[in-house]
T-cell receptor
Framework: GAVVSQHPSRVICKSGTSVKIECRSL??????MFWYRQFPKQSLMLMAT?????????EQGVEKDKFLINHASLTLSTLTVTSAHPEDSSFYIC????????????FGPGTRLTVL | AQSVAQPEDQVNVAEGNPLTVKCTYS??????LFWYVQYPNRGLQFLLK??????LVKGSYGFEAEFNKSQTSFHLKKPSALVSDSALYFC??????????????FGPGTRLSVLP
């Protein structure tokens, strides 16, 4: 099946710093990428939908100025957590839909962010 | 509102016994339903999906699910559980929203423990 990678897999940072997470579709072109956040023992919550070449669409309650999303190419989307705080510590997962396959999303392995 | 429910937080089953993980949904229109599995600190792995056709869907690792329109359910099943099946299972439905395109709504997850 299609492969989605995320980098880094784990990051620890100090409060107030910014962290960038990359999501790449390795063997297909993704017109749409999705960013999810998962708190311990909870389900995935959609943060934003990212379409290549256009601005991301954020879910209600998600601050677009805090969670910057860039989808510059058909294989790469980035999520930047700006001025991170301990409450931003979470597991961030991206997924991607391939061109012509809107019925399915392929998920990345996730990035564990810990803000001290 | 479109939603997915997984009524059991935890399911315990002995190895070799059949397992069922329950899922019910509430959507407008025809549902596109999915099951994913998540191992610790990993992303989601696709198990199976129902789009149309036969109500019994067969997927990866010997799992299957039965779509029941009258009961709005999509329970995940396996005839003989393995210890390695122990993981977190998510039911999801693909929804279409005005101005947001299409995305997935996930259930809260069910933790499956298969006891040796």
């Amino acid at each position: 099946g299609a492969v989605v990678s995320q980098h880094p897999s784990r990051v620890i940072c100090k409060s107030g710093t910014s962290v960038k997470i990359e999501c790449r579709s390795l063997d297909f072109q993704a017109t749409t990428m999705f960013w999810y956040r998962q708190f311990p023992k909870q389900s995935l919550m959609l943060m934003a939908t990212s379409n290549e070449g256009s601005k991301a669409t954020y879910e209600q309650g998600v601050e677009k100025d805090k969670f910057l999303i860039n989808h510059a190419s058909l294989t790469l989307s980035t999520l930047t957590v700006t001025s991170a705080h301990p409450e931003d510590s979470s597991f961030y997962i991206c997924s991607a839909s391939a061109i012509g396959q809107r019925n399915e999303q392929f998920f990345g392995p996730g990035t564990r962010l810990t803000v001290l | 509102a479109q939603s997915v429910a997984q009524p059991e937080d935890q399911v315990n089953v002995a190895e070799g016994n059949p397992l069922t993980v329950k899922c019910t949904y509430s959507v407008s229109g025809n549902p596109y339903l999915f099951w994913y599995v998540q191992y610790p600190n990993r992303g989601l792995q696709f198990l199976l999906k129902y789009i149309t056709g036969d109500n019994l869907v067969k997927g990866s690792y010997g799992f299957e699910a039965e779509f029941n329109k009258s009961q709005t359910s999509f329970h995940l099943k396996k005839p003989s559980a393995l210890v390695s099946d122990s993981a977190l299972y998510f039911c999801a439905v693909r929804v279409t929203r005005d101005n947001y395109g299409q995305n997935f709504v996930f259930g809260p997850g069910t933790r499956l423990s298969v006891l040796p």
